[in-house]
């Protein structure tokens, strides 16, 4: 997970303690395609749900920002 996916994936995650979580879609370009989380969040594992189904087939990103790091990963939407 979450490669390749169609037309939905979910994004797994564990954070070490509370922190202010943005997780967000981009294209192959760098425009934004979806804000899936942008809150504060617990200590603890999170899975969130990304739904392509008005996408084209192609390589995305998603990028989760917490106050410490930030990480950005690969996903191939394969319709």
Known sequence: ???????ATMI???LAEQTPVTLSVYDLHGKLIE???DEVQGE???SVRFSANDLP???YYYELQTKTSTHTRKMILNR
């Open 35 to 37: 804000t899936l989380t």
């Open 1 to 7: 997970y979450p490669n390749p996916f169609n037309p």
């Open 12 to 14: 797994h995650y564990t």
């Open 57 to 59: 087939s192609g390589i």
């Open 44 to 46: 603890g594992s999170y």
